[in-house]
């Protein structure tokens, strides 16, 4: 009866009607199902009791023709399909012998050499070529199992069981082995390899497929002619001279050679000619070719003027050649045997599925006799594709679609099942009933994953909330810690831990990305494409190993969506950096092409392989639902989240050399150009220097936020009495070479500073004399005996890169550039323009330093904090050069900071800002 139902077509289809009548005809057969009072059955069920006699009747005899013409068909398709797997056995061992027999035939040559030459390192290589050929005999051996009742495959193996006598032979050095004799063993065994080829073509092969073999078997027999003619002119050069005898030896390996390559072209398809024309150039074949030549212009009984290393490397690199050409042409001799088997596999294939149909039809006519019964199963049918094939996959979608919370499976599963009413009480009914519960209870476990799905989701969220309030206390706590701490070395731990904690944070928004929430954070403005960048870097933990290449300083991310993008870049990154060596770097390039902006990020790790880097950019383009295997596979399927929630298009894409190479497209709609006014100069990010390993980054909010819950800290006297207001720089660092970019669009490139150190670094030694001064400074004077308070402020100020870098975590970004610089030289100059007779040099330093102790703030920015300018209270004389001033005066590079005075001085300037924000809120 199951059928009956599949075969039955949809009557409402085909006659054109309302499908809505299907529901109500059977109302009209509703009198035959009703039970006949007191015969404890309806008509129904008597009918029921009748279908499989009417059954057995009807199919019993065309299914019996059916089974017997099947029969005789498929006999003799099965004997096609195994005729062509015993053609395919015997293909695949022809190859094999071939590779054997090119061992042979290598293990011959070192076999002669080593009976003409007696050497140690002889004997070594023919253990060596022993050991290959025994490798190959054991392939052959795996080949031979499958084929059976063959003469000339016995003979083989007791030759090669033979071989094992003649090894001993040579090793040992026996006076018995003969040049001659030893050729000749190893040359019946090549040649029963060669005949077994050949006799594959005849094995009941088709004719194309037949001069394919006889083709694969010329060019082992051109193999063989040049082995051959190997150990002539070998055994010439041991004897001293060309015998009349080796001369015709070796001209009618030249001949045999000439012959199976004239065989080889007029069988062989065009793509095996140009191989084996490939094989026949290059400087291998040049040499031995020229070597051929010489000992044809040798007259007999003269000595063959010529190297045998030369020799046996010349031919037998020719040899190989022809080796890859025959391995080719076995391979698709395989591979043409296999597909005539699929061929005769899918013939057969087709035959059953046409007796198959046959029985079908048989089925269908047996439905037409019983008319009645056949409405019955045709509404049953029906209402079962219907069911299958449109009820079900839309209440999944329904409950896929589904808000949480608002499910009810078993309320679900009843409206679902109701559509599907079958009355009376026969088989027919019992399937009908049977199939609505399986729908109903497939509709209930829907809900209920539905439901399950929704709840994994919730408890991902919940769970990802708490542990990012942890987190979040977890960085209050830090930097309050380090707003206290002086350590240097205690400073740079809480570095790393605050870090750490900043990378917790990023796994807790991925879990809010699976359960589909999105990043709490609400922007009300936008942030450039540097800013975002910086902010991605800062989240992951190889970012000293990050560097920059063009990046356009011309393009912001809008408000929205700016958490998110960071957190997209910072998997990527993530997985850039960890998949790739740990001395090696990983690029990032932003450019903006019209209404899009790529991002790139370029790794030199070993890269991926085809189809697992397609598997990745499917799982990007159509990221899955929550399941263990997106929990694995956490960065990637996060990233598909974000990309698929902003349009972005994410590829993975295979390297220039190695690694991979990452891009991200961003649509028009998540990014806006920057206008001029409202350009800012860029930070690089921490470890995006040319030098050193960076400090551990404050986490992203920093990067765009200010730290406005902070406490104030106390203040040291040094920045007290000698703070200086600053002004921000912008640096750019000489990087290394970055691999080739797109170059439809040219930019205005973004050129990251100088990053910020790691550790301490050793102080740059006092040059050997000072630079000269330039225009309008003070003149040289020696160092005069300052407190030690302006010293040490004198010595941070120098520090210039490490103010930078560290500026960008805690400024708040302002909408005008900062004014310039006024020159504090001209202003020294004007207070003290009328010097005294009686004064000395030092004067001049100790009035420099009054004025420094008031400083004059010439710019603030948009929170408040005094803009520094470089240099603008330095005394005259109380600090080394800088390093730039020195690596322009001796010529050299930069040299290494003292990583110490740089924490110091970044520890000092973390809570001089601290402070200065806690005093304005």
């Known amino acids: 009866m199951t059928q009956s139902q599949s075969a039955l077509p949809v009557p409402a289809q085909r006659q054109g009607r309302d499908p809505r009548q299907i529901e109500r005809r059977p109302t009209r057969h509703n009198r035959h199902d009703q039970p006949v009072p007191g015969g404890g059955g309806g008509r129904g069920q008597r009918a029921g009791r009748r279908i499989i006699d009417q059954l057995r009747l009807i199919v019993a005899v065309p299914l019996v023709a059916v089974v017997v013409f099947a029969g005789i068909a498929l006999i003799t398709t099965v004997q096609q399909v195994n005729r062509s797997r015993s053609l395919q056995n015997l293909a695949s061992l022809a190859s094999e012998a071939g590779g054997l027999a090119h061992a042979l035939q290598r293990e011959r040559a070192a076999a002669v050499n080593v009976v003409l030459n007696n050497s140690p390192q002889q004997i070594d290589a023919f253990n060596q070529q022993a050991m290959l050929t025994d490798d190959t005999a054991r392939s052959y051996a795996e080949k031979r199992g499958s084929v059976t009742g063959n003469d000339l495959l016995n003979r083989i ?19 018995k082995v003969t040049v001659s004799g030893l050729a000749f063993t190893y040359r019946i065994l090549v040649a029963d390899l060669l005949t077994y080829r050949e006799s594959v073509a005849r094995s009941g092969a088709p004719t194309d497929l037949a001069d394919e073999i006889r083709a694969a078997a010329a060019l082992s027999r051109a193999a063989e002619s040049l082995g051959q003619q190997q150990v002539a002119v070998l055994r010439a050069l041991a004897a001293g001279g060309l015998t009349p005898a080796l001369q015709v030896e070796i001209t009618a390996t030249r001949t045999s050679f000439t012959e199976a390559s004239v065989s080889f072209n007029q069988l062989a398809p065009a793509e095996w000619r140009t191989w084996y024309e490939q094989a026949s150039t290059g400087d291998q074949v040049v040499a031995a070719q020229r070597f051929q030549d010489q000992v044809a212009r040798t007259a007999a009984g003269q000595p063959i003027a010529l190297d045998s290393v030369g020799w046996i490397n010349a031919m037998s690199g020719w040899s190989g050649l022809l080796y890859q050409v025959e391995q080719k042409a076995d391979d698709a001799v395989v591979a043409a045997v296999a597909e005539l088997r699929d061929d005769q596999m899918t013939q057969a294939a087709i035959q059953i599925a046409a007796v198959a149909a046959v029985l079908l039809i048989a089925i269908i006519l047996t439905g037409m006799v019983a008319r009645r019964i056949t409405r019955r199963l045709r509404y049953l049918h029906d209402a079962a594709r219907t069911v299958a094939f449109e009820q079900l996959p839309a209440v999944v979608s329904e409950l896929r679609a589904a808000a949480p919370g608002t499910v009810d499976p078993d309320e679900v599963a009843d409206r679902a099942s109701a559509t599907l009413t079958v009355g009376g009480a026969d088989e027919v009914a019992d399937v009908a009933n049977a199939f609505r519960a399986v729908h109903r209870e497939a509709v209930r476990i829907a809900g209920e994953q539905a439901v399950m799905r929704s709840n994994v989701a919730e408890i991902f969220v919940h769970l990802s909330r708490r542990e990012q309030r942890l987190v979040d206390a977890v960085l209050a706590q830090v930097d309050r810690v380090e707003r206290d701490e002086t350590d240097p070395d205690r400073l740079q731990q809480l570095y790393q831990l605050d870090h750490l904690a900043t990378r917790m944070a990023r796994i807790n928004l991925s879990l809010l990305v699976l359960g589909g929430s999105g990043a709490a954070r609400v922007r009300r403005e936008d942030a450039p494409l540097g800013k975002v960048l910086q902010a991605a870097i800062s989240q992951i933990e190889h970012y000293v190993r990050v560097r920059f290449g063009s990046i356009d300083d011309d393009v912001a991310v809008v408000a929205e969506a700016v958490d998110e993008i960071v957190h997209l870049l910072a998997e990527l990154l993530d997985n850039a950096t960890g998949y790739s060596p740990p001395e090696s770097e990983v690029w990032v390039t932003a450019r903006g092409l019209g209404d899009r902006v790529i991002i790139q990020i370029v790794d030199s790790g070993v890269g991926l392989a085809p189809a697992r880097r397609e598997q990745l950019n499917d799982l990007l383009a159509e990221p899955p639902a929550i399941d263990i295997a997106a929990v694995r596979a956490m960065g990637l399927t996060v990233v598909g989240h974000i990309a698929a929630r902003y349009n972005i298009l994410v590829q993975l894409r295979p390297g220039q050399h190695t690694g991979t190479l990452a891009e991200v497209t961003i649509p028009s709609t998540v990014f806006r150009p920057i206008m001029a006014s409202e350009r800012q100069p860029q930070l690089a990010p921490v470890g995006a220097g040319s030098g050193g390993q960076g400090a551990p980054p404050r986490p992203a909010n920093d990067l765009f936020t200010p730290q406005t819950q902070q406490q104030p800290a106390v203040a040291s006297p040094e920045s007290s009495l000698f703070s200086v207001p600053t002004q921000e720089l912008r640096a750019v660092p000489h990087a290394p070479s970055m691999p080739a970019a797109p170059q439809a669009y040219q930019p205005q490139a973004y050129q990251p500073p100088i990053a910020m150190p790691a550790g301490p670094v050793s102080p740059p030694p006092p040059p050997a004399s000072p630079p000269p001064p330039g225009p309008g400074a003070w003149p040289p004077l020696p160092p005069p005996d300052v407190p030690a308070v302006l010293a040490a402020v004198a010595d ?3 520090e210039l890169p490490i103010f930078k870098s560290v500026n960008g975590w805690f400024r708040v970004e302002s909408s005008s550039p900062p004014p310039p610089v006024s020159a504090p030289v001209a202003a020294v100059e004007t207070t003290f323009a009328e010097p005294v007779n009686w004064e000395t040099s030092a004067d001049v330093g100790w009035r420099a330093a009054q004025q420094a102790a008031t400083p004059q703030v010439s710019s603030t920015t948009s929170s408040g904090l005094p ?39 970044m520890s000092a300037y973390a809570r001089g800002v601290a402070n200065r924000r806690t005093s304005a809120n």
Request: proline content about 8%; hydrophobic content about 40%.
């Open 867 to 905: 803009v520094r300018s470089a240099g603008r209270h330095l005394v005259p004389g109380a600090a080394e050069p800088t390093p730039a001033e020195r690596a322009a005066a001796t010529g050299s590079g930069a040299p290494r900071r003292d990583p110490t005075k740089v924490a110091a001085a």
């Open 796 to 798: 941070e100020s120098i």
């Open 157 to 175: 193996d007791s030759s090669l069981a033979s071989l094992i006598k003649v090894r001993e032979q040579v090793r040992n050095k026996d006076a």
